[in-house]
């Protein structure tokens, strides 16, 4: 059976109440994220109810404790899509730039946003986690820096 995306041809998946925030593509490892062969999907919170971020394979930008709303404009040919924080700054950006034979092209754009990720363990979760639980979250932590290239 054809995944619905293929059949549907989605560009783009948005979801809420995971009360943290990820955005990336679920393809597997080694692939390219140029052009996704699939829908880029967006978990986003805007409530102040958060949880630690999970910080899965699949992310591409995420956020810990971080309240954020999307504003998303389509034109022809190309979907832009912005995440401000509550204050009004921008910490995520990226376009979908589809060529004539609808074959989309990410265009990363937080690579050059003057904000850094928030992925520190917000505080009372470093004082609520057992011993074994924050060892995880610091594995996954650096996990995902390393696949990013971050230091």
């Not at 809420?16 to 955005?23: A, F, L, V």
């Not at 080694?30 to 971020?53: A, E, L, T």
């Not at 850094?116 to 986690?129: I, N, T, V």
């Amino acid at each position: 059976m054809e995944p619905l995306y293929k059949k549907y041809k989605v560009d783009i998946v948005l979801q809420g109440h995971d009360h943290t925030y990820g955005r990336g593509i679920n393809i597997p490892a080694g692939q390219s994220r140029k052009k996704p062969d699939g829908p880029i999907y967006v978990v986003s919170v805007s409530g102040p109810k958060m949880y630690d971020i999970g910080l899965q394979n699949w992310m591409d930008r995420a956020a810990s404790n971080t309240q954020l709303y999307q504003v998303i404009t389509v034109d022809p040919g190309k979907l832009a899509f912005k995440a401000y924080t509550v204050n009004g700054d921008l910490y995520d950006a990226f376009d979908l730039v589809k060529d004539k034979k609808g074959v989309n092209t990410l265009v990363e754009l937080s690579n050059s946003l003057q904000m850094k990720e928030r992925l520190e363990l917000p505080e009372r979760y470093q004082k609520s986690f057992k011993e074994e639980e924050l060892k995880e979250y610091n594995e996954r932590f650096q996990e995902y820096k390393k696949r990013k290239g971050l230091k």
